[in-house]
């Protein structure tokens, strides 16, 4: 079974007319309507039950599960329970039905005997609203109402949210009961047009005043060629290509671009007064960076889900608030950091110690937290306690590695259970860490090995350096092209690296980058390590605490991989597989078996030139901030004694500096003459960015000079 229209065409229609004998039963409804415009959806996962009477559908919060209930019941002319109306609990479907059509009415019999059907909506919000044993004695109820038979047709039809269909997979194996699964499918590319197009005609109809989403109407061919570049625009933030074919790449991007409420922000997009021009605009614009676009995808979503909320728990609980309390902020309820921290506690399973909001009323609290339940449960962003997609998975995680606001308001730190970050963790981590005056992202050292793991998934190409660690006393910073390797033109996020504590840990995997450290490095793993192409390590001592090395050579003359160390300390009887002639060299006087065979003799890592002069310059750059004046500045005193200190190159570069009049003092400040400094091909940025190539090294050789006056 590949598609919801192809069950529904497979499945027995109706062949009888019910009649309602009670209309105030609203739980049941004999003419369920689809919406307008409706887009059959894929299914996966099919696992037909032998003789099974009863098919389970399990989906996502807003996938569109109660939209396929409508249009499944609507083309069979089958009654549609709403289960979340209804009073779930012992008989509660059997006794429902009897309430609605009378006890006359032969329905039971037809639907025993297979010759009508029914779809069952909402299982989930009724098991939060019933409670778990109300719940079981309702699913118990539709096992007695679907005996197992020959056939391979179901025709009792359950729509749910993960969590609960496991419950529901649970009482039938139990039971002992035959039951089919399957789930809805992300949508295919050609169904992703027309699902835009539909979602646009309900909100024509319901928003009037929109006079958008009428024009987007009426210029078909405009708004088609607007959602083309927006895909466009979102899959090569997803894959990193700007060249990507959005049809062709579909498989790898569905799970973001062909989930709907995703294509419901996409469609608010290409609802604008002028298609033509915003073509223009957005193609004259160029790609953005995967960051912007995803956060503000990612907020539309959050954005969206709190104005449902407000529009139907707010009001409800304003009637209810006592009259000497007073519920400040409550256009803050159920905001985007609140669902953060919510998702946060439900992903990585982490308890919640202050609920939010803050300013909520005591007397509402109880009922705040059964629907704030209710709304998280079927939130678009998790599947049960999954992330529907990578994209959500890792906002969720970077909030809880790195969000203060939302890592307050738990009993431990969340930060401890995240783990297996995706290609979009170091993106959102740039964005979500507090920021140093410099605006700079801070991020504690031991998030350093994920924030490598994540930047190894999202560049691609061939590069020898995708990224820069340098660390020198205090001072540390990890460096990420930001981009794809083969670009000339790279930019790069910088992240300022705290709470250093001596033996910078890196995991499993390491290539394509430099890593300079006054200090130490780990190199850990449950396995090999795997070490390549294009590394370059310089420390004070090396801390091997793994069973094997695993070198992956490249071609560079000067060696593959490149390792200076003080001291090699190696904590387990390693073993070392490199298969290439030179894919390792090892610098330094080292006298361990299995490192022999790529031991050569060289200075030690304190006589390098190059990283060590670089790190100097950059600890003092660093605290400029541009205040008021024409140059960015820093008071004498801070950068004298907190900074240089007794450091004998930070004096010298500083002495260099003033006598090139790329510093001045004045007033108990230095300032930095950065148009000085544009005279040698660099800004301030340039410098901070972590990459010592072109200009910044002929800015170094400058100051290593006796006179660079």
Same mark, same amino acid.
Not at 391 to 397: E, G, K, P, S, Y
Not at 398 to 425: M, T
Not at 434 to 455: G, N, T
């Given at each position: 079974m590949q598609t919801l229209r192809e069950l529904a065409d497979t499945s027995v229609p109706s062949a009888k007319i019910y009649g309602k004998v009670d209309a105030s039963v609203s739980a049941l409804d004999l003419s369920p309507c689809p919406p307008v415009g409706y887009v059959w959806p894929n299914l996966r996962d099919w696992q037909p039950g032998q003789g099974a009477r009863v098919l389970l559908v399990e989906a996502a919060g807003a996938v569109g599960k109660s939209a396929a209930a409508l249009a499944l019941a609507s083309h069979l002319s089958w009654p549609l329970v709403n289960s979340a109306r209804a009073q779930v609990g012992s008989y509660s479907l059997s006794g429902l039905i009897y309430d609605a059509l009378g006890l006359e009415s032969t329905f039971l019999q037809d639907l025993i005997a297979g010759r009508t059907g029914i779809v069952i909506d909402a299982l989930d919000e009724a098991h939060l609203k019933a409670g778990t044993t109300n719940f079981e004695a309702f699913v118990e109820n539709i096992q007695k109402m679907s005996p197992g038979g020959d056939r391979d047709r179901p025709n009792i039809i359950l729509f749910s949210r993960p969590d609960t269909a496991d419950l529901v997979k649970l009482i039938f194996e139990e039971g002992g009961q035959p039951l089919s699964l399957c789930g809805i499918d992300f949508l295919s590319y050609a169904q992703a047009s027309p699902f835009v197009r539909a979602h646009m005609e309900r909100q024509a109809s319901a928003l009037p005043n929109r006079k958008e989403y009428k024009v987007a109407l009426a210029f078909a061919e405009a708004s088609e060629k607007l959602l083309r570049l927006r895909m466009h625009e979102v899959a090569n933030a997803l894959l990193n290509d700007s060249n990507v074919d959005v049809e062709k790449n579909w498989p790898q991007i569905r799970s973001f671009l062909g989930y709907a409420p995703v294509l419901t922000v996409l469609a608010e997009y290409i609802a604008v007064p002028n298609p033509h021009a915003d073509h223009e605009r957005v193609e004259l614009a160029g790609v953005g960076h995967s960051r912007e676009i995803l956060l503000e995808i990612v907020d539309r979503i959050l954005k969206r889900e709190q104005g449902k909320f407000r529009d139907q728990v707010v009001a409800k609980l304003i009637a209810h608030v006592p009259a000497e309390e007073d519920w400040r902020l409550r256009e803050l309820a159920y905001s985007p950091t609140e669902q953060a921290i919510r998702l946060i506690s439900k992903h990585l399973d982490v308890d919640i110690s202050v609920h939010p909001p803050a300013s909520l009323p005591n007397a509402i609290r109880s009922e705040y937290e059964r629907h704030a339940s209710q709304f998280m449960a079927d939130?678009?962003?998790?599947?049960?306690?999954? %992330?529907?997609?990578?994209? @959500?998975?890792? +906002? /969720?995680?970077?909030? &809880?590695?790195? *969000?203060?606001?939302? !890592?307050?308001?738990?009993?431990?730190?969340?930060?401890?259970?995240?783990? %297996?970050?995706?290609?979009? @963790?170091?993106? +959102? /981590?740039?964005?979500? &860490?507090?920021? *140093?005056?410099?605006? !700079?992202?801070?991020?504690?050292?031991?998030?350093?090995?994920?924030?490598? %793991?994540?930047?190894?998934?999202?560049?691609?190409?061939?590069?020898?350096?995708?990224?820069?660690?340098?660390?020198?006393?205090?001072?540390?910073?990890?460096?990420?092209?930001?981009?794809?390797?083969?670009?000339?033109?790279?930019?790069?996020?910088?992240?300022?690296?705290?709470?250093?504590?001596?033996?910078?840990?890196?995991?499993?995997?390491?290539?394509?980058?430099?890593?300079?450290?006054?200090?130490?490095?780990?190199?850990?793993?449950?396995?090999?390590?795997?070490?390549?192409?294009?590394?370059?390590?310089?420390?004070?001592?090396?801390?091997?605490?793994?069973?094997?090395?695993?070198?992956?050579?490249?071609?560079?003359?000067?060696?593959?991989?490149l390792i200076f160390a003080d001291e090699i300390v190696v904590t387990n009887n390693v073993t070392i597989d490199a298969r290439k002639p030179q894919a390792l060299r090892i610098f330094g006087d080292h006298n361990w078996p299995t490192l022999l065979a790529y031991v050569e003799k060289m200075p030690s890592v304190k006589d390098v030139i190059g990283y060590p002069n670089y790190m100097d310059l950059r600890a003092i750059l660093k605290y400029f901030r541009q205040g008021v004046g024409d140059w960015p500045s820093v008071f004498n005193e801070k950068l004298d004694q907190q900074v240089i200190k007794s450091n004998a190159r930070r004096i010298k570069y500083r002495s260099k500096l003033l006598g090139m009049g790329v510093l001045l003092t004045e007033n108990h400040h230095y300032y930095l003459r950065t148009d000085r400094l544009a005279e040698h091909g660099l800004s301030l940025a340039k410098v901070l960015d972590g990459q010592i190539e072109g200009p910044v090294r002929r800015f170094l050789s400058l100051l290593e000079q006796e006179n660079s006056s």
């Open positions: 939130h678009p962003f998790l599947a049960g306690t999954n %992330a529907v997609n990578g994209v @959500f998975a890792d +906002f /969720v995680r970077a909030k &809880a590695a790195v *969000d203060q606001d939302c !890592r307050v308001s738990f009993e431990s730190d969340p930060s401890k259970k995240v783990s %297996a970050p995706g290609s979009f @963790f170091y993106q +959102f /981590v740039h964005e979500f &860490a507090r920021h *140093d005056d410099s605006r !700079r992202p801070q991020v504690q050292e031991y998030l350093v090995p994920m924030l490598l %793991a994540s930047h190894s998934q999202s560049v691609m190409g061939t590069g020898d350096c995708n990224f820069t660690y340098g660390q020198s006393g205090e001072d540390a910073f990890l460096s990420l092209v930001d981009g794809i390797s083969s670009v000339v033109s790279q930019s790069s996020v910088t992240f300022e690296i705290v709470e250093l504590s001596g033996l910078l840990p890196i995991h499993d995997t390491l290539s394509r980058g430099i890593v300079y450290t006054d200090s130490g490095i780990h190199i850990k793993g449950k396995d090999k390590f795997l070490l390549g192409p294009c590394v370059t390590m310089y420390c004070h001592e090396l801390v091997v605490d793994v069973e094997g090395i695993s070198v992956d050579g490249s071609t560079r003359p000067q060696g593959d991989n």
